[in-house]
């Protein structure tokens, strides 16, 4: 892959966005003062689709990718109320070709990713509880809100296009609705990602000395999930999803191609290993992809959990 065509390969990369995510009862309540150590790793695979006009076919992306995440559950005013915070890690790479070039080029990619914060708290339906009084509520109808908040912590050099670390802001506020019937439960969420400017994109190098600042408009996202409980900790859900929004710009000039609305599909189940262990594999694939990734992910995650303040 010649420098012009690595070139296009990498602009189009870059207008991938946040709104992929398949997250299964994330606004089921917990008892306060839970706290939980989360070790996942996941296993992307796919293609990656460009604007027809843009001569880069047979583009393909491998990303394996690690997470530590911590969780605390606390009382809020009397609601039930949640706090996460993820440190991500990847190492990728991307293939692909050139109309009319010989051999295939390869981009190879790791380090620290933007750290995630999501804190959360229940609107309706799940007052904040100790474990006795849990261990008596049955849930119905939850009605919740969240903000996450990516950081612009990932290692990012703005001579490069392909970083990984994303040099912004983005913030996502989202309701969700949570209800139980019987050992089913139904969950629906609504959300819209935000962004900052990214005030130094692929600046000061060959391709372009100067500064170059980046936008993008918000993206709308919605997920659904349906799941049974098999036992109390072993349940399995299907889940689905659906993003539209994303156009990026350029020093102001906006990229038209740049355009998102795509859908992925996938199932998610969670098995108890001990009374503080739990297993969750999930698998998904795309659905829908109108522009950018079209890939399976395989992640798998290892919970310990506990209950109690910290000493």
């Not at 296009?8 to 994330?26: E, H, I, S, V, Y």
């Not at 612009?152 to 139980?180: C, V």
Request: some cysteine.
């Amino acid at each position: 892959m010649g420098p012009t065509g690595l070139l296009f390969a990498l602009l189009l990369l870059c207008d991938l966005c946040c709104g992929q995510d398949l997250t299964p009862r994330a606004y089921v309540i917990t008892p306060i003062h839970t706290n939980a150590v989360i070790l996942t790793y996941g296993y992307f695979n796919g293609t990656v689709l460009f604007d027809p006009t843009i001569p880069v076919t047979n583009v393909t992306s491998e990303t394996n990718l690690s997470a530590l995440s911590v969780f605390h559950t606390f009382n809020f005013f009397g609601r039930s109320a949640s706090f996460t915070a993820t440190l991500p890690y990847s190492v990728g790479r991307l293939r692909g070709m050139v109309t009319g070039a010989p051999t295939e080029g390869e981009i190879r990619r790791s380090g620290l990713l933007d750290a995630t914060f999501r804190a959360s708290v229940n609107l309706k339906g799940g007052r904040a509880m100790d474990v006795k009084e849990y261990a008596r509520w049955r849930q119905k109808t939850l009605l919740g809100a969240s903000l996450t908040l990516v950081t612009p912590t990932g290692q990012y050099d703005p001579t490069r296009l392909i970083n990984q670390g994303s040099n912004r802001w983005a913030f996502k506020p989202e309701i969700g609705l949570s209800r139980r019937v019987g050992h089913w439960i139904f969950d629906a969420y609504g959300a819209a990602w935000f962004f900052t400017e990214n005030p130094e994109f692929f600046s000061h190098n060959a391709f372009s000395p100067g500064t170059n600042s980046r936008t993008e408009s918000p993206v709308g996202a919605g997920e659904s999930h349906i799941s049974y409980d098999f036992k109390p900790r072993l349940w399995t859900s299907l889940d689905i999803n659906f993003w539209t929004g994303g156009q990026t710009s350029i020093n102001g000039v906006k990229n038209v191609a740049s355009l998102q609305k795509s859908s992925r599909i996938g199932g998610t189940i969670s098995v108890p290993v001990s009374t503080h262990q739990a297993l969750k594999f999930s698998y998904s694939n795309g659905a829908y992809v109108r522009y950018g990734g079209d890939y399976q992910n395989v992640s798998v995650a290892w919970q310990y959990s506990w209950h109690g303040r910290p000493n």
